[in-house]
Nanobody, 112 residues
Framework: QEQPVESGGGLVQAGGSLRLSCAGSGRIISMYAMEWHRQAPGKQRELVARLSRGGTTTYADSVKGRFTISRDGTKNLVYLQMNTMKPEDTAIYYC??????WGQGTQVTVSS
């Protein structure tokens, strides 16, 4: 079963930016909707951003105007650009393909 692979997590100060990448086969990146989810300690996993196969984007209210999901079909990558980050953005971020597969997650920590 094909599994997406995330990268780009790390430690950033509040107000800073990070860009996460999700790598996969051409099939899962271009033929299915792709999503970014996150899970903070002690909390349920939540949907952060979604990119439909046709390019429509949706975002959680908590990240609207700060995060951007995008796809590069030539590189088989999906990105999550995170700007003006807040300590409450600290979580493990997961890439999900609507084919039904999850990545292993990447840790994002925002210091105040």
């Amino acid at each position: 079963q094909e599994q997406p692979v995330e990268s780009g997590g790390g430690l950033v100060q509040a107000g800073g930016s990070l860009r996460l990448s999700c790598a996969g086969s051409g099939r899962i990146i271009s033929m299915y909707a792709m999503e970014w989810h996150r899970q903070a300690p002690g909390k349920q996993r939540e949907l952060v951003a979604r990119l439909s196969r046709g390019g429509t984007t949706t975002y959680a209210d908590s990240v609207k105007g700060r995060f951007t999901i995008s796809r590069d079909g030539t590189k088989n990558l999906v990105y999550l650009q995170m700007n003006t980050m807040k300590p409450e953005d600290t979580a493990i971020y997961y890439c999900y393909s609507a084919m039904g597969t999850w990545g292993q997650g990447t840790q994002v920590t925002v210091s105040s």
